[in-house]
T-cell receptor, first 113, second 116 residues
Framework: QKEVEQNSGPLSVPEGAIASLNCTYS??????FFWYRQYSGKSPELIMS????GDKEDGRFTAQLNKASQYVSLLIRDSQPSDSATYLC?????????????FGSGTRLSIRP | NAGVTQTPKFRILKIGQSMTLQCTQD?????MYWYRQDPGMGLKLIYY???????DKGEVPNGYNVSRSTTEDFPLRLELAAPSQTSVYFC???????????????FGDGTRLSIL
């Protein structure tokens, strides 16, 4: 089982609709969760971070975390063509004296006009 | 404030050559990471460091070496370049106070490496 799993997509959503991206992780001890957006040929940029169960909203973006079920999701409301990108889920994996961030393989999102 | 700086941006190597990818950060972050990203794929962790003098292997460390002599610098070395190492390499840094709490990573612009 991969440590962080995402559906690779592509996920096609009409402009103005809600895009829903999901991520599951295997390490029950994980405490830090991140969503990054990556445009083609560019480096990842942080969209959201979430550390506690529940929802966290920032503008059109909402991150949802459920540690009991080991999943984290990202909702994008009023989707725009500029939201078309690959979205990477990242989770910290704790090991003895240090932790490391592991990324999922990413979900490609396409917003159609 | 430059953030995370990677050099070079592009490089073409011949099989068997060696090179060092440079990464430096000016944010006084304790954690630094090296990832590779193959076309259409996610990021795979090569090596990471939790502080000067401390490094550890990630998911795909074979064929690479790292060192962390200062807080700012985290170079990645390829000793014997192979075609399978053709990829985009990203360096990242973050601040972490303890094992259970990580702050977001800041990424460099990447190094596009081709091995021919």
């Amino acid at each position: 089982q991969k440590e962080v799993e995402q559906n690779s997509g592509p996920l096609s959503v009409p402009e103005g609709a809600i895009a829903s991206l999901n991520c599951t992780y295997s390490d029950r001890g994980s405490q830090s969760f991140f969503w990054y957006r990556q445009y083609s040929g560019k480096s990842p940029e942080l969209i959201m971070s979430i550390y506690s169960n529940g929802d966290k909203e920032d503008g059109r973006f909402t991150a949802q975390l459920n540690k009991a079920s080991q999943y984290v999701s990202l909702l994008i409301r009023d989707s725009q063509p500029s939201d078309s990108a690959t979205y990477l889920c990242a989770v910290n994996v704790a090991r003895s004296s240090a932790s490391k961030i592991i990324f999922g393989s990413g979900t490609r999102l396409s917003i159609r006009p | 404030n430059a953030g995370v700086t990677q050099t070079p941006k592009f490089r073409i190597l011949k099989i068997g050559q060696s090179m060092t990818l440079q990464c430096t950060q000016d944010m006084n972050h304790n954690y630094m990471y090296w990832y590779r990203q193959d076309p259409g794929m996610g990021l795979k962790l090569i090596y990471y460091s939790v502080g000067a003098g401390i490094t550890d292997k990630g998911e795909v460390p074979n064929g690479y070496n790292v060192s962390r002599s200062t807080t700012e610098d985290f170079p990645l070395r390829l000793e014997l370049a192979a075609p399978s190492q053709t990829s985009v390499y990203f360096c990242a840094s973050s601040y972490s106070r303890d094992i259970d709490s990580d702050q977001p990573q800041h990424f460099g612009d990447g190094t596009r490496l081709s091995i021919l």
